[in-house]
């Protein structure tokens, strides 16, 4: 069973990002992932999804998923 929170920004030009983390979010992080939803996975993980800008905009996002202590499992770009 998967529970997910907030909806991605739906940008136009932006390339989509999966990313895994080990682990369940807890909900009151999704402010530091604005931009971004995330799925509680029964396998224990949480995937952050949503739309990227750019290179600049991906690394601020594993550099928030790093400064949280969160052992980061995979970063995906899912194909539209």
């Known amino acids: 069973m998967s529970e997910t929170y907030g909806s991605p920004n739906d940008h136009q030009e932006h390339c989509l990002y999966e990313i895994r983390i080990k682990g369940h979010l807890d909900a009151r992080w999704a402010e530091r992932?604005?931009?971004?939803?995330f799925t509680h996975e029964s396998d224990g993980t949480t995937i952050l999804y949503g739309p990227v800008v750019d290179q600049a905009e991906l690394h601020g996002l594993l550099r928030k998923v790093r400064d949280l202590g969160l052992p980061l499992v995979s970063v995906i770009?899912?194909?539209?």
């Open 33 to 37: 992932f604005e931009s971004m939803s």
């Open 77 to 80: 770009q899912v194909d539209l």
